[in-house]
């Protein structure tokens, strides 16, 4: 299935009293592009995000906004030494029997004692929890940008088909009128070249053979066969499950090649404006192929 090079995502992430926020957005881009827009001191997980898209997406530009808000107080958390506790209390215990005051020592004692315990404030400067909680929420808001890419690429698919059906009708039209103004190139070069050469020493077969050469010149038969290859090939890339936009552009530009060759070898009214009318759909196509991934 096609997808879009157009699409909008976000997420947040909530851990301790942080809030981390996600945003990203992606338009046309002959190749794949990544900007990211954070604070400087989260720069060193550019590199993150950028290898997380560049696993999932092959064309676009690429805009990220990365924020974290403090959205509370951090949480605490107490960090008692045990070996430290154990061993003050091993004393305490010697010392209430050296002088005889059984029960004298409580833990709350123990909690006045410098270096037995230290209270912890959360951050977010842990490298390896911010980095997990970053990762996912750059993959919330890519996979959500991602669906709103094929949402779209499954519109393109559709109208596309439904050009290219356009342009087969077209091109039928042509290949259905072509030996009817094939015979009349040849009945009006005859007729000018008897005009012109009234000399009647000219041999007929001569007269034929002119009147060929000529005729052969004007032929579209061989636009026409490519064309209709072209068309297939399109069709076929409409239905893979590969980035195509580029295969579609080379396309568009053989296609518009060969419309060109038929306007330039005929000089019927009709196939004149057949043409105008391929050239048209064409640039309508290669305007939608533009953000195609």
Known sequence: MIRSMTGFGQAE???????????????????????????????EFEEVIRKTIQQQAKRGRFDVYLS??????????LNLDWDLADQWMQIGQ??????????????????????????????????????????????????????????????????????????RTVHADIRACRPQVLADTRSRLHHRLQELLSDSSIEEHRFAMEIALLAERSDITEELTRLESHF????????????????MDFLIQEMNREVNTIGSKS????????????????????EQVQNIE
């Open 94 to 167: 010697e010392a209430e029997q050296r002088y005889g005051r059984a029960g004298s020592l409580h833990f709350s004692d123990l909690l006045k004692l410098p270096d037995l315990y230290q209270i912890e404030e959360g951050d977010t400067e842990d490298p390896d929890r911010f980095a997990r909680e970053l990762e996912l929420g750059i993959s919330e808001a890519l996979a959500h940008l991602l669906q709103m890419r094929e949402a779209e690429g499954k519109h393109l698919q559709q109208e596309l088909a439904e050009r290219v059906g356009t342009l």
């Open 267 to 286: 000089n019927a009214i009709q196939i004149a404006e057949w043409v105008v009318d391929l050239k048209s759909e064409l640039e309508k196509i290669r």
């Open 232 to 247: 297939e090939q399109f069709d076929r890339l409409l239905q893979a499950d590969e980035p195509v936009g580029r295969k």
């Open 68 to 77: 974290v808000e403090q959205t509370g107080q951090p949480s605490k958390r």
């Open 13 to 43: 992430r909530l851990y301790d009293a942080y809030q981390i926020k996600v945003e990203m957005k992606s338009v046309n881009h002959r190749y794949l592009e990544v900007n990211v827009r954070s604070g400087k001191e989260w720069l």
